[in-house]
């Protein structure tokens, strides 16, 4: 469907805060919903929050709630995961992802992935 473009990450103490964005081919932007996965050193790949298609609508996993927040600019067709409150946990690869109609938890059910940003939270 479409390379997805990260941007953002790196490395932040815990307590800070930063942006990751995910470039979206102009062509699938407004028909998909937006998915963000993270997957830590010898774990799973595990669900972080997905925002629907038209942006009214967002879900994040438990473990961030209240934290981050997923928004989208349909004018640049870009993503934005703000996280803020960041703890040593949070450190993982992070992905976005794309899928046609609604969203999902499932990393199954996206057919186009960001190539993955690092971020690292020092305690």
């Known amino acids: 469907q479409g390379q997805l473009v990260q941007s953002g990450g790196g490395l932040v103490q815990a307590g800070g805060s930063l942006v990751l964005s995910c470039a979206v081919p102009a062509r699938i932007f407004s028909d998909s919903a937006m998915g963000w996965f993270r997957q830590a050193p010898g774990k799973e790949r595990e669900f972080v929050g997905f925002?629907?298609?038209?942006?009214?609508?967002?879900h994040y996993a438990d473990s961030v709630k209240g934290r981050f927040t997923l928004s989208r600019d349909n004018a640049k067709n870009i993503v934005y995961l703000q996280m803020s409150s960041l703890r040593p946990e949070d450190t993982a690869v992070y992905y976005c992802?794309?899928?046609?109609?609604?969203?999902?938890?499932?990393?199954?059910?996206?057919?186009?992935w960001g190539q993955g940003t690092q971020v690292t939270v020092s305690s």
């Open positions: 992802a794309a899928r046609s109609g609604y969203a999902s938890v499932q990393a199954s059910n996206y057919d186009s």
């Open positions: 925002i629907s298609r038209n942006g009214r609508s967002t």
